[in-house]
């Protein structure tokens, strides 16, 4: 069973940065890309980057121009990097590598 393991998520003032981590157990990015999501209470998941095996990246509009899903040469870490962070955007955060799932880090940003 690949695990995928989240971290970085912490509080962070309204207009602050975090950078999340994905870890995963196994070379899984390299053919099912990888996803973040996140899902504030009361609120559906949503997809906010993706960034597909091929290297294509893909953005929710709301994030546009501010986060940023990145690899390294490390085939088996992903990140997003979290810019202009709202208090809107706090939500437990996710990485998804089909068919699986990291067990969420919690982000909040304040006002």
């Known amino acids: 069973q690949v695990q995928l393991v989240e971290s970085g998520g912490g509080l962070v003032q309204s207009g602050g940065s975090l950078r999340l981590s994905c870890a995963a157990s196994?070379?899984?990015?390299?053919?099912?890309?990888v996803a973040w999501h996140r899902q504030a209470p009361g609120k559906n998941r949503e997809v906010v980057a993706v960034l597909t095996a091929g290297g294509r990246t893909i953005y929710a509009d709301s994030v546009k121009g501010r986060f940023t899903v990145s690899r390294d040469n490390n085939n088996k870490m992903r990140y997003l990097q979290m810019n202009s962070l709202k208090p809107e955007e706090t939500a437990a955060y996710y990485c998804?590598?089909?068919?699986?799932w990291g067990q969420g880090t919690q982000v909040t940003v304040s006002s």
């Open positions: 998804n590598s089909r068919p699986f």
């Open positions: 196994a070379n899984i990015f390299q053919d099912y890309g």
